[in-house]
C-alpha cells in the first residue's frame, strides 16, 4: 500500500490528504473470507505463509496486520498479480473474518494499456495526414504510376494441374488502396478495446482467485 | 549437476536439462488424447497448406491470415489448458496481459516503426540504387517450393542474427531481455527489447519474387510449424516432424537456465539448419530463465540493452583510461 499508514479501522490513504473513494476500485481489492474463531492471528498467517513467503517478499507487521511487498514477483507467484497487500483479522460476535487490502499495479497498468493504444492509433492517423501533405509525396506518387506496368504471373505447370486459382493481374487493383496511407488506425483500436476487455477479465477473476486461494490456504495444515 | 555430453560440449551442468528424445515426457491419457496430441501438429500443417493453396483469390489476403492466426492463438491457449506439458508454466492473467502487451507492441509501434527502416524499406533502397532486379524466375517455380523456399531463406537469416545475438556483445544485449521469461507460453515469442525483434525481423527474401500466394503458403508453415516454439503443451512429436522442424522441447533447451544449453537449437521454424551447422540438441527443459528466473518486467525489458550498454561502455572506458578503479560486475553474455 502506497501512502501514511492507518490504522484498521481508518485504512491508510493512497497519499495523504487525498482520498480516493472510488477511483482507487481500479488497481485495489478489498475484500474478506471468514475463517474459523478458534484460530488465533498467528495460527492464521502461520497458514497464509506459503502464499507470502516467496523468495523476494518483504513482510512486515502494520499495527495487528500483516503488510506484505512482492517487488518482483516470479511468473507463478499465486499473489503475482498482487505486488502490495495488507491482511489483517476481524472479529464480530462469535465469527471472524480474514481482511485484505491489496494493490496492483498490473490492473492499474492494464487499465491505462487502452490509452496507449489509442494514441498509437491518433498518432498512425497523423503521420498519414502528414505525409500526404508533404510535397514528396506527390512526387511519390507520380513516380509510382510511371513505374512499369508488371508483367502477370503464371502458375507452374504442377499447381495448374494441381488446380490452383490462377494468380491476378498485379497492375488490377493498384487504385484501390491509394489513398490510405501508410499506416492503419484500426489495430490500435482493436488493442484498446481488447485490453479494456482484459482489464475486466482481470478485475474480476484475480480478486476472485485470491479469495479462493486465501480460503484454501486457511483452511490447510499451519505451515512448518 | 554432471551433464551430459553433446558432441564437444556438457550441456546441463549448471542447471537440468532433459537430453536425448528416449527421455522426454509423452502426452498422458487416453486413446483418444493420445492420437490428438500426436497427430494435430501435421494435420493443422495440411490443413492450412490445403487451405491457402486453394483459396480463391479473393479469399487469399493477407486478412484472412490475420482473421486465421486470432482463431489458431485462441485455440492453442485451449490446447495449453487442456494439456500443459509442465504445470509451472502455466498461464496466469499477469502472465497472458503482458504477452499480449508486447504482442500488441508489434502489431502498432513496431510495425510503424518497421515501414521505415524494415527489411522492406532497405531492400527498396538498395534495389533503387543498385537497379537490380528481383530473381523473378522464381515466380515459375511450383508454388510449394516456391513456399518452402521463402520459409527456409527467411529462417536461415532467423538462425544466423539469432546465433549471432547469442555470441556478440551488443546484439546479445538486445537480445537477452527475450531470455528472462521463464516460461513458454503461445506468445511468448512476442517478449523482448523492441531493438531485438526489429533485428530479427530482417530478412533477404525480399530480394526475390514470390507468388503473393506463395507467401501465404509461407505464413501457413510458420503458423503451424514455428508458432509451437512458445507453447505450453505436451505433444509426441512425430520423428520425422522433429527431425526436420524446430519444436518446443527444442527451443525449451535454448530457454533452459543451462548457460551451454542455451547455445543451441536457433532457428525459428527449421531445425534443420541447426543439425546442418552443428548446433542442434534434442531433448527439452522446464527450468528457463536467467540469474535463477528473476522475471524481467516490462519497464526494465524496454531499457535493458540501453542500461546494460551503457554501463558496459563506462565500465570498459574507466579500464581503458587506466581509472584502474573498482569495476562493477558487468553481465556476461550468459544467454
Keep these: ?224 | 549437476m554432471a551433464g551430459v555430453q553433446v558432441g564437444k560440449r556438457i550441456i546441463g551442468a549448471d542447471a537440468p536439462v532433459t537430453v536425448g528424445w528416449e527421455n522426454i515426457g509423452r502426452v498422458e491419457g487416453g486413446p483418444i488424447k493420445q492420437f490428438v496430441f500426436t497427430y494435430f501438429q501435421p494435420a493443422m500443417l495440411l490443413l492450412a497448406i490445403g487451405f491457402w493453396y486453394y483459396a480463391p483469390n479473393w479469399l487469399a489476403v493477407a486478412s484472412t491470415a490475420i482473421a486465421i492466426r486470432l482463431g489458431w492463438t485462441v485455440l492453442l491457449l485451449v490446447l495449453e489448458w487442456v494439456n500443459p506439458r509442465y504445470s509451472s508454466w502455466q498461464l496466469t492473467w499477469k502472465e497472458f496481459a503482458t504477452d499480449a502487451f508486447y504482442v500488441a507492441l508489434g502489431m502498432t509501434f513496431l510495425r510503424m516503426v518497421d515501414s521505415y527502416v524494415g527489411d522492406g524499406a532497405i531492400i527498396a533502397a538498395v534495389q533503387d540504387a543498385f537497379d537490380w532486379d528481383k530473381f523473378s524466375w522464381f515466380t515459375g517455380l511450383p508454388l510449394l517450393v516456391q513456399a518452402v523456399l521463402i520459409s527456409m531463406i527467411f529462417d536461415f537469416g532467423q538462425y544466423w542474427m539469432h546465433r549471432a545475438m547469442h555470441n556478440w556483445y551488443p546484439l546479445w544485449l538486445t537480445h537477452a531481455p527475450h531470455h528472462y521469461i521463464t516460461q513458454l507460453n503461445i506468445n511468448k515469442g512476442a517478449v523482448g527489447n523492441p531493438v531485438e525483434l526489429f533485428l530479427i525481423g530482417l530478412g533477404i527474401g525480399g530480394f526475390f519474387d514470390f507468388l503473393p500466394r506463395a507467401f501465404l503458403l509461407a505464413g501457413a508453415i510458420g503458423m503451424t510449424v514455428g508458432i509451437y516454439q512458445h507453447i505450453n503443451v505436451r505433444f509426441n512429436t512425430p520423428r520425422w516432424w522433429r527431425y526436420i522442424f524446430n519444436t518446443t522441447e527444442h527451443h525449451s533447451v535454448h530457454h533452459s537456465q543451462d548457460y551451454e544449453a542455451t547455445r543451441s537449437n536457433y532457428s525459428g521454424t527449421w531445425i534443420i539448419w541447426d543439425r546442418i551447422f552443428g548446433t542442434c540438441v534434442d531433448g527439452e527443459a522446464e527450468l528457463l530463465g536467467m540469474e535463477g528466473g528473476r522475471r524481467m518486467d516490462i519497464g526494465e525489458t524496454m531499457v535493458f540493452p540501453f542500461r546494460e550498454g551503457w554501463r558496459s561502455t563506462k565500465a570498459a572506458l574507466s579500464r581503458r583510461l587506466g581509472g584502474g578503479a573498482a569495476v562493477q560486475p558487468q553481465l556476461e553474455p550468459a544467454e
Design chain 1, 1 to 224: 500500500m502506497s501512502g501514511a499508514s492507518g490504522t484498521l479501522s481508518a485504512p491508510r490513504t493512497a497519499m495523504v490528504g487525498l482520498s480516493l473513494p472510488l477511483i482507487d476500485h481500479i488497481w485495489r481489492v478489498r475484500g474478506a473470507v471468514p475463517i474459523d474463531p478458534a484460530l488465533s492471528p498467528e495460527e492464521a498467517f502461520a497458514r497464509l505463509d506459503p502464499l507470502l513467503r516467496t523468495p523476494g517478499t518483504v513482510l512486515s507487521t502494520d499495527g495487528e496486520a500483516l503488510a506484505y511487498d512482492k517487488p518482483n514477483p516470479s511468473a507463478q507467484d499465486k499473489l503475482a498479480t498482487f505486488t502490495r497487500g495488507r491482511l489483517w483479522i476481524e472479529r464480530a460476535g462469535s465469527g471472524a473474518v480474514l481482511r485484505f487490502d491489496l494493490f496492483s499495479q498490473a490492473l492499474l497498468m492494464c487499465f491505462l494499456a487502452p490509452l496507449l493504444f489509442l494514441g498509437f492509433a491518433q498518432a498512425a492517423i497523423a503521420i498519414n495526414a502528414w505525409e500526404a501533405a508533404s510535397p514528396e509525396a506527390a512526387e511519390k506518387a507520380a513516380k509510382k504510376d510511371a513505374d512499369k506496368a508488371k508483367p502477370v504471373r503464371k502458375l507452374n505447370p504442377v499447381d495448374e494441374f494441381l488446380g490452383a486459382p490462377v494468380p491476378e493481374d498485379p497492375s488490377k487493383k493498384k487504385d484501390e488502396k491509394k489513398d490510405k496511407g501508410r499506416h492503419s488506425p484500426d489495430e490500435g483500436y482493436f488493442l484498446a478495446g481488447f485490453f479494456a476487455l482484459v482489464y475486466l477479465a482481470g478485475r474480476w477473476l484475480e480478486p476472485f482467485l485470491v479469495r479462493r486461494r486465501l480460503r484454501a490456504a486457511l483452511a490447510g495444515p499451519p505451515a512448518t
